[in-house]
């Protein structure tokens, strides 16, 4: 079968991709058929017939900032918050240092979570009104690294979505759900969102001024005409390919009753 042909089937099928627990991919080719894949190969024939992804220029508007006024909060705690929301909101949270002060916080961008350290303070705070809220690490200490690690993740992945408009789920034992004590951290999986909060987040961050990057493929982008230079051989397959031109000139047909 052609790899066009397949990468098609795959994206498009009814039933989706299964990925196996092993090595492979099951994968629904377009004659119905289901076959077996290695998963890297799949990759590759996804990424040689799309050129990867770019982010559609002019597209996010707004800008969230963490800013981290603590003391000893592992730097990989917040780059992991901002990886998230990249991957799965599609939104550039910004990383800086800085620091925090109640009566008159100092604000960056449309958006501003505060990290601190201040055993005076609650354990989140989130004034969406006036564009900030705090996470407290004071708050989330722990004797074991990996807990007020884990600690720091949530609370900062809840607080923002918070501040961002977001709302509980209705799913139980959700990331979002009630929280009144710091251990209720510890029973929670992980620090990932329910779809329906990833699918409302962007009507309400729109209210502040902040919309998500739109990504699309090389090869739409090599269609529309605003592709980057191509950085490999896919890529400079898909550019060379999209801007041939015919064998024959596309003959035009003018109907006088239709006027068109």
Same mark, same amino acid.
């Given at each position: 079968?052609?790899?066009?042909?397949?990468?098609?089937?795959?994206?498009?099928?009814?039933?989706?991709?299964?990925?196996?627990?092993?090595?492979?991919?099951?994968?629904?080719?377009?004659?119905?058929?289901?076959?077996?894949?290695?998963?890297?190969?799949?990759?590759?024939?996804?990424?040689?017939?799309?050129?990867?992804?770019?982010?559609?220029? #002019?597209?996010?508007? #707004?800008?969230?900032?963490?800013?981290?006024?603590?003391?000893?909060?592992?730097?990989?705690?917040?780059?992991?918050?901002?990886?998230?929301?990249?991957?799965?909101?599609?939104?550039?949270?910004?990383? @800086?240092?800085?620091?925090?002060?109640?009566?008159?916080?100092?604000?960056?961008?449309?958006?501003?979570?505060?990290?601190?350290?201040?055993?005076?303070?609650?354990?989140?705070?989130?004034?969406?009104?006036?564009?900030?809220?705090?996470?407290?690490?004071?708050?989330?200490?722990?004797?074991?690294?990996?807990?007020?690690?884990?600690?720091?993740?949530?609370?900062?992945?809840?607080?923002?979505?918070?501040?961002?408009?977001?709302?509980?789920?209705?799913?139980?034992?959700?990331?979002? #759900?009630?929280?009144?004590?710091?251990?209720?951290?510890?029973?929670?999986?992980?620090?990932?969102? @329910?779809?329906?909060?990833?699918?409302?987040?962007?009507?309400?961050?729109?209210?502040?001024?902040?919309?998500?990057?739109?990504?699309?493929?090389?090869?739409?982008?090599?269609?529309?005409?605003?592709?980057?230079?191509?950085?490999?051989?896919? @890529?400079?397959?898909?550019?060379?390919?999209?801007?041939?031109?015919?064998?024959?000139?596309?003959?035009?047909?003018?109907?006088?009753?239709? #006027?068109?």
């Amino acid at each position: 079968m052609k790899a066009k042909t397949l990468l098609i089937a795959f994206l498009t099928a009814t039933l989706g991709t299964t990925l196996a627990a092993d090595e492979y991919a099951t994968v629904r080719t377009a004659d119905g058929k289901v076959t077996k894949m290695k998963k890297s190969e799949v990759r590759e024939r996804i990424y040689r017939h799309f050129g990867g992804n770019l982010k559609v220029p #002019g597209r996010q508007k #707004g800008r969230v900032v963490i800013v981290d006024a603590a003391k000893d909060v592992p730097q990989r705690s917040l780059d992991a918050v901002a990886k998230q929301f990249n991957v799965s909101i599609h939104i550039a949270v910004e990383i @800086q240092k800085g620091e925090f002060s109640l009566e008159s916080p100092k604000l960056v961008g449309e958006a501003t979570l505060f990290v601190v350290d201040d055993p005076k303070l609650p354990m989140s705070l989130i004034a969406p009104e006036s564009r900030w809220a705090i996470v407290n690490a004071a708050k989330l200490k722990s004797e074991k690294p990996q807990f007020y690690d884990a600690r720091v993740r949530k609370e900062a992945v809840r607080t923002l979505v918070a501040l961002l408009g977001g709302c509980n789920s209705t799913y139980p034992d959700a990331l979002t #759900g009630c929280v009144t004590r710091v251990e209720d951290l510890d029973r929670l999986a992980d620090t990932r969102l @329910q779809v329906e909060i990833e699918q409302r987040l962007p009507s309400y961050m729109e209210k502040l001024g902040i919309t998500p990057y739109i990504l699309t493929s090389y090869r739409k982008a090599c269609q529309e005409g605003w592709a980057p230079a191509p950085t490999n051989e896919y @890529q400079r397959a898909i550019w060379e390919e999209t801007r041939k031109l015919p064998e024959k000139p596309i003959q035009i047909k003018f109907d006088p009753k239709k #006027g068109r």
